[in-house]
């Protein structure tokens, strides 16, 4: 089973709200990791759990909080979005962090966020 | 820093023939993996297949294969007997000692 899954398929948010985006995997892995990806664009990283532990940031706003509460689950809190945050948010796992033959990240099926 | 590059935004093929996506990245890195991932309109990013640097053996996936010329930094997928439901958009990507590192993308449209 190399199933991750995203919950809410499709949200759509005010600049004033404050919202979730849920990611789950039960495959055992230790590493997760929050994409960004806009029409007709390849996923931009926004951030790498490695262990429960945030290990890598890309320079994301702090609108965008990322939460790791344990290792099956990965959450990214939103508050105070603006409309150019509107993009496809995807999650990933691999069995460890890094470059390893191992490391294969497993996508799931995104959260379509739109902001108004 | 790596950079992955897809030339070709747009790919079309006729359904059972063989169409052939082109990818070229560099890097200074001599161990890596390399990566083509398929995004059907259903938005999830799905494995296709993978080819570790230190081989030199192409991969292979029932009907997906990889040239991968290293001296060349190239990683070009065939498909073979193009489906309908191969239509999707394809990134290659890189994988090295930091992030996965995707290129543009190709969008395959299959004609039947």
């Known amino acids: 089973d190399t199933e991750v899954t995203q919950t809410p398929k499709h949200l759509v948010m005010g600049m004033t709200n404050k919202k979730s985006l849920k990611c789950e995997q039960h495959m055992g892995h230790r590493a997760m990791y929050w994409y960004k990806q806009k029409a007709k664009k390849p996923p931009e990283l926004m951030f790498v759990y490695s262990y429960e532990k945030l290990s890598i940031n890309e320079s994301v706003p702090s609108r965008f909080s990322p939460e790791c509460p344990n290792s099956s689950l990965l959450n990214l809190h939103l508050h105070a979005l603006q409309p150019e945050d509107s993009a496809l948010y995807l999650c990933a796992s691999s069995q460890e962090g890094g470059r390893l033959a191992k490391n294969i990240q497993y996508f799931g099926a995104g959260t379509r966020l739109s902001v108004l | 820093a790596q950079t992955v590059t897809q030339s070709q935004p747009e790919m079309s093929v006729q359904e059972a023939e063989t169409v052939t996506l082109s990818c070229t990245y560099d890097t200074s890195e001599s161990d890596y993996y390399l990566f083509w991932y398929k995004q059907p309109p259903s938005r999830q990013m799905i494995l296709v297949i993978r080819?570790?640097?230190?081989?030199?053996q192409n991969a292979t996936e029932n009907r997906f294969s990889v040239n991968f010329q290293k001296a060349a930094k190239s990683f070009s997928l065939k498909i073979s007997d193009s489906q309908l439901g191969d239509a999707a958009m394809y990134f290659c990507a890189f994988q090295g000692a930091q992030k996965l590192v995707f290129g543009q993308g190709t969008r395959l449209t299959i004609n039947p």
């Open positions: 080819q570790e640097a230190y081989k030199q």
